[in-house]
């Protein structure tokens, strides 16, 4: 049973234009969301994350917004560049417990 | 933050035979944990590495298929025991702070291959 979904497993964007990635999730308990980047042949490292008591989280080029009615977190990237192509996991949280959605590619053309 | 390294890198082995992957972080944590990625899927949890004690296992993982050790704060191994095609894989070595909301660091992983 998927809990949390990423429905586009790729994405191309042109660079300086925006990438939006986005995430659905099931579980109403899920109480904080990040977002994982993950080049080819390395573990995935931390983006950035937001608590679901907000809707919007921002750290330089990357925004989170959560809409938790909608059940949905969606991350953007503007302006987009080449070194942003990787895969991106959204991830969510209810105590200890992480449960990782499938990952979208994104491919920034220069 | 936390630096983990994991040995192998990389493997190809006989169905039915085991493999142990290693996990090193380079400071004392919490909490580790070992995932495994399968073509096309999600991270998936195995199970949490306790220190001093057994591994707590999520379901559809047992202790006989996948045995885990811990034996201090900054290392752990995770071995795929009786290896069948299907248990080819990716497994991933993370380490957390423990307080819920820390964002875990991830190894680089292991891609392992059964023929």
């Known amino acids: 049973d998927q809990q949390v979904k990423q429905n586009s497993p790729s994405l191309s964007v042109q660079e300086g234009r925006i990438s939006i990635l986005n995430c659905d999730y099931t579980?109403?308990?899920?109480?904080?969301f990040l977002w994982y980047k993950k080049y080819p042949a390395e573990g995935p490292t931390f983006l950035i994350s937001?608590?679901?008591?907000?809707d919007k989280n921002e750290d330089g080029r990357f925004t989170v917004f959560l809409n938790k009615s909608a059940k949905h977190l969606s991350l953007h990237i503007v302006p987009s560049q080449p070194g942003d192509s990787a895969v991106y996991f959204c991830?969510?949280?209810?105590?200890?417990?992480?449960?990782f959605g499938t990952g979208t590619s994104l491919t920034v053309i220069p | 933050s936390a630096v983990i390294s994991q040995k192998p890198s990389r493997d190809i082995c006989q169905r039915g035979t085991s493999l142990t992957i290693q996990c090193q972080v380079d400071?004392?944590?919490?909490?580790m944990f070992w995932y495994r990625q399968q073509p096309g899927q999600s991270l998936t949890l195995i199970a949490t590495?306790?220190?001093?004690?057994?591994?707590?296992?999520e379901s559809g993982f047992v202790i006989d298929k996948f045995p885990i050790s811990r034996p201090n704060l900054t290392f752990s191994t995770l071995t795929v025991s009786n290896m069948s095609p299907e248990d080819s894989s990716i497994y991933l070595c993370?380490?957390?702070?423990?307080?819920?909301?820390?964002?875990?660091?991830f190894g680089p992983g292991t891609r392992l291959t059964v023929t």
């Open positions: 579980n109403s308990m899920f109480d904080y």
């Open positions: 400071s004392q944590v919490t909490m």
């Open positions: 590495a306790n220190q001093g004690s057994e591994a707590t296992y």
């Open positions: 993370s380490a957390g702070g423990g307080t819920g909301y820390d964002q875990q660091y």
């Open positions: 937001i608590s679901s008591i907000k």
């Open positions: 991830a969510a949280m209810t105590g200890n417990q992480f449960y």
